[in-house]
């Protein structure tokens, strides 16, 4: 099926990539895995407005308006875009000193940090900018989503005990918890217990069966028989039903309002972006069909203007939502409209039992939520295969939970960029010689090999630009000072070189003056095409002359064994 997808990829009207081509006979198998991912997602969206801070019923408004724009204008054929806790997180944390949780400036706020996110995505697209998710790094998204889901846990705490809560951050929040302890309420812990037993029970059994949705049903009844609240246990009271009102965030804009919610609105942008498109890329990969990033920009931009315009707050493309379909049989975004019809019937006709749902079930959802993030067999992974990377990743988590979620992103994309850059700076060149056989192989740059008495062909590998171009002067400098015979000739082999930029460019500039001061010949070797265009418009062809550039190593060796051989000399 995801292979003739993929054959009519060329064929899809560019607006329903995700949905066009229908296969009929997957037709059923995409409507099936849209009503399980309701049954699924429905507990899990009402949770995340734990997190955001917003009213039970705009949870499910992210999967209604906002699921079913990003499955028509959406490129990827299984990308589920919902609530998110990460973003929630960032809402919630960011707007605190503004206004008052579930207040009505409260959802005007974030339904503006919706609209504001997607100006920031509808940029991206135009700039061509979907490249960008790759620059927040697995290791960093991992520590990330870590300490969100530390943060998110330690939150809810106090919301299964059924205690007041209180305190900013982390920290605070958890102290305060453990103050109030003795004032827990039995029968709601009683409560949260039975729905972490549920949940992680029917999970244990198989991932398909609705744990959460039997959980919330479950408590929903019971507390409806047993008439919980004359046990102390808070409900949610009613809950409005219908279609949720369509219109701008009713809050007085001004510039200095718009200034103060920009950060946040570019940090709820790049988790969008980088999240969304790994998810997409991963599902695209499992299906062996194309992504593009940049027309997913589209689809994510329009979703978060109709969360914004409908009441709802900040979506997000989803790794659990996205693989509750996949596990369900979904192969196309059929399955999402499903889902958002599903949740269409629900507003219509079902919002009056979850009067009854204790505040605890959905503290309980949220706490597993939580602490399904924090992802330590990752984090273990990354300490024996990267232990550099792992303390950035574990910095990163930090960060969140003493300091704050807005704030370790930003410090999120610095370091992807550190991690990004230290790899081009810290490359392991080569140097190439022949071995016995009288072939190529390449050997550390300290064993200063020549491949002829002379002649010393040095592969740097990787692109030359600002952050490593003092390696490359070092280097050579160092060879050509150590190298036993002196040397003749030096050819940099650009096999794995595709960008050189204004100061690598200036760097090679140096080393040309610096080796023809030595009576060394500079020359290159193995340089595509876009490389040789940018040392032509730097003036580096004709400082080295364009008998200087040569096809290959062999043919770099056969020219300056010709130039030594005794008799006429090549011109």
Not at 505 to 524: C, D, F, K, P, S
């Amino acid at each position: 099926m995801a292979h003739a997808a993929a054959q009519h990829k060329g064929r899809r009207f560019p607006l329903f990539q995700g949905l066009l081509p229908l296969d009929g006979a997957q037709v059923p198998a995409d409507i099936i895995a849209g009503i399980t991912l309701a049954a699924l997602a429905i507990p899990e969206v009402m949770g995340y407005t734990k997190i955001s801070g917003t009213p039970v019923i705009t949870g499910l408004y992210t999967i209604l308006i906002p699921m079913a724009l990003y499955a028509l204008f959406g490129s990827s054929r299984h990308l589920v875009v919902g609530a998110d806790s990460a973003t929630a997180a960032i809402l919630a944390s960011s707007i605190a000193g503004f206004a008052a949780p579930r207040s009505g400036e409260w959802l005007a706020l974030a339904g503006l940090l919706a609209l504001m996110s997607a100006g920031f995505l509808f940029l991206a697209r135009v700039a061509r900018l979907g490249f960008l998710s790759d620059f927040l790094s697995r290791t960093v998204l991992v520590g990330f989503l870590s300490g969100v889901g530390i943060q998110v846990a330690v939150g809810e705490i106090s919301g299964m005990l059924d205690l007041p809560g209180g305190g900013h951050g982390t920290v605070q929040k958890l102290l305060t918890t453990l103050k109030q302890v003795g004032q827990t309420n039995p029968v709601s812990l009683a409560v949260a217990l039975a729905v972490l037993v549920i949940i992680t029970g029917s999970r244990k059994i198989s991932k398909k069966i609705p744990g959460a949705l039997i959980a919330v049903i479950g408590a929903i009844i019971a507390s409806w028989a047993l008439n919980l609240e004359n046990y102390g246990v808070r409900v949610l009271g009613p809950v409005p039903g219908g279609l949720p009102g369509i219109g701008l965030p009713e809050i007085a804009i001004d510039m200095s309002l718009i200034e103060k919610l920009v950060p946040t609105a570019f940090a709820m942008s790049v988790v969008i972006l980088a999240q969304s498109a790994a998810t997409a890329r991963a599902s695209a990969a499992r299906s062996n069909e194309d992504f593009d990033e940049n027309t997913d920009l589209v689809g994510l931009c329009l979703a978060n203007i109709g969360a914004g315009l409908s009441g709802a707050f900040v979506v997000n493309g989803s790794p659990t939502k996205t693989r509750m379909v996949e596990s369900a049989g979904g192969q196309s975004q059929l399955a999402q409209l499903t889902t958002s019809a599903t949740v269409l019937m629900v507003l219509l006709f079902f919002t009056a039992p979850l009067a009854y749902m204790p505040g605890a079930v959905l503290s309980a959802v949220v706490f597993l939520i939580g602490a399904e993030l924090v992802d330590i067999p990752e984090m273990k992974r990354i300490y024996v295969e990267r232990p550099w990377e792992f303390w950035v990743a574990l910095i990163t988590a930090g960060v969140v939970v003493f300091v704050g979620v807005e704030q370790s992103i930003l410090l999120a994309i610095v370091l992807s960029l550190v991690v990004h850059t230290r790899h081009g700076y810290f490359v392991t060149n080569m140097l190439i010689g022949p071995d016995e056989t009288l072939k190529w192989r390449q050997r550390p740059v300290a064993t200063g090999v020549q491949v002829l008495p002379g002649l010393m062909i040095y592969r740097f590998m990787h692109n030359m630009y600002y952050a490593n171009s003092q390696v490359l002067a070092r280097e050579v400098d160092e060879l050509v000072r150590s190298a036993d015979p002196p040397l003749s000739w030096f050819c940099i082999d650009a096999a794995a070189v595709d960008d050189v930029d204004f100061t690598a460019a200036e760097t090679l500039r140096a080393l040309h003056a610096t080796l023809a001061g030595r009576g060394i010949r500079l020359v290159v070797c193995e340089v595509i095409d876009e490389v040789r265009a940018e040392l032509d418009r730097s003036g580096l062809t004709d400082l080295f002359g364009p008998e200087a550039f040569y096809e290959t190593p062999t043919a770099v060796v056969t020219a300056y064994a010709d130039r030594n051989a005794p008799g006429p000399k090549p011109p």
